[in-house]
């Protein structure tokens, strides 16, 4: 058989690492808006394809489920025991086959039509319980759609262990699922560094290359693929050479990740003495492992929208307060809780989001909490009562004035208030922070240090509001430059105005996990990091092989560049990049 024709995409690498599976195409999700008709012949075939993409998405939710009551709470994974009973109602699938068979319609328009109508009988009702049902039925729906999609086009099991996923996007909930199913790799048409996606992908240590524009056009499920997640490359049908080529890379890369365990239990601490404290950054409860296997001291970010995202119903108070108390239970040091950063391009289903023109600069994050007070308050009940008795760190994101933060505060006290007023145990201290991510916020770094306890620099939102460029955006992701001198005076301002009001300065943003640009924070005065757990070991191996003195003497540098090209020459060429190559 000859050899097929060998094709190279080259886009943006999120998540490094080397993969080398087989594809695993996924199409677009659509709900079907038309039926069209079948022949007589074809109605045998159509319910038995309607019954097997049920028993796919039936040994799907039962795997969720599994891994739902394994890592995060027994109790949650109840859900998924209702969802494979919706499955085997005989009225939807009894109802779905008998309008096969007499009008002669493709399977996805008769599923989804009667869901539709079912669960519009149980919101009929009235009850509010019964009501919440319906969104589970859409849930399952929508899944039993995915499957009878997938047999539609061929693909008739979900991706094995070792595939190599491949997409026009991908959510971050979809990405956990395929991590937990085994998958070696991602690669996406769309997306870049900083999108919620790839900062999971980094966090599961998953190699992930987006920005590949149209690779789906030309990967079938079954093609080779080699992922190169350090370059964003991916190469379609590779020689025998080039696999073996890149089994040689993997090979390397895998030993030098066992070879940085070795640093789990020691300090990120300068050789001149100098302690740096390395938090992690998590999405999911799930995720606490690896940030604990990669040695950090704590959770200096926990993203907790992860609840609400692609979701068909609201979390309760009670699901919130189960995901938090799970990681508090896990983690001895510190955890901070980021409130919901709702908005943008974090649209959850199960809420009522007008399109705005700009998202991005629109309801979201702390402005949406607060317009929304009852979301607001059962998130802040699970919080505290999460903590009872503990350290509780809440941090509000996407501040950009004070009076929003005097609201915050005056509401997190009166639902605290509430909840002990009814006999609930307080926490036993309470923090709260803010993130810093607009330049507002970081100008008026000193007023703000009067009235919270700590600050965390969100890189990722600072550079691209300050810079004014869309960070998903493909046109013009060179212009995105964490490294450009206004980001780099505003970090520098956080930072002196949080020394002078004695208040502690994190950075949680994407280049805390570069080792360069890690030591370059360093260098400005930064003593907290806080990135994914995938990059804790590189970075605290760059930190013990530097001395502070370098590390400040690059700092004044790079801070007195006119340029972000500059800036990046000088971190290239200078001290920081023999620092963390002599650390290799």
Known sequence: MPQQRTYQFNGIGVAPGIAIGPAYVI??????????????????????????????????????????????????????????????????????????????????????????????????????????????????????????????????????????????????????????????????????????????????????????????????????????????????????????????????????????????????????????HLFANIEFPEEVEAALHNGAEGIGLYRTEFLYLEKTHLPSEDDQYRAYRHVLDRVDGPVTFRTLDLGGDKLPEAMPFNREENPFLGLRALRFCLAQPKVFRAQLRALIRAAEGRVLRIMLPMVCCLEEVEKALAFIQRVESELVAYGHAPVAEMHIGIMVEVPSAALMADVFAERVDFFSIGTNDLTQYTLAVDRMSQSVAHLYQPTHPAVLALVRQVIEAGRRGDVPVSVCGEIAGDPTLALLLVGMGVRELSLSPSSLPEVKRAIRASNLSDLEAAARSALAAPSAAVVLEQLQRGALARIVAQSE
């Open 27 to 276: 199409e677009p999700k659509a709900e079907p808006q038309e039926g069209y008709t079948i022949e007589d012949s074809e109605v045998e075939e159509e319910t038995a394809r309607l019954h097997k993409a049920i028993g796919l998405a039936r040994d799907e939710i039962t795997r969720i489920g599994e891994m739902v009551s394994t890592r995060i709470d027994p109790q949650q994974a109840a859900i998924f025991d209702a969802h494979r009973y919706m499955l085997d109602d005989p009225i939807i699938v009894g109802t779905t086959e008998q309008r096969i068979r007499a009008e002669r319609l493709n399977a996805e328009y008769v599923f989804w039509t009667v869901v539709q109508g079912v669960a519009a009988q149980i919101r009929d009702i009235g009850d509010q319980y019964l009501a919440e049902r319906s969104n589970d039925l859409f849930d399952i729906g929508r899944r039993v759609l995915k499957f009878l999609t997938i047999l539609n086009s061929g693909d008739a099991a979900p991706p094995k262990e070792g595939a190599i996923v491949v997409a026009p996007e991908l959510g971050p909930a979809d990405a956990a699922e395929y991590h937990h199913a085994g998958i070696a790799a991602i690669c996406l048409n769309q997306g870049g560094p900083t999108g919620h996606t790839a900062i999971l992908a980094r966090s599961f240590g998953m190699p992930a290359a987006f920005g590949l524009e149209d690779i789906t056009y030309y990967v079938r499920t079954g093609n080779l693929l080699i992922v190169d997640g350090n370059a964003g490359k991916v190469i379609l049908n590779p020689s025998p050479e080039q696999v073996s080529h890149y089994r040689t890379l993997q090979k390397g890369y895998l030993e030098r990740r066992l070879r940085l365990e070795s640093l789990r239990e020691l300090p990120a601490e300068t050789r001149d003495g100098c302690r740096i």
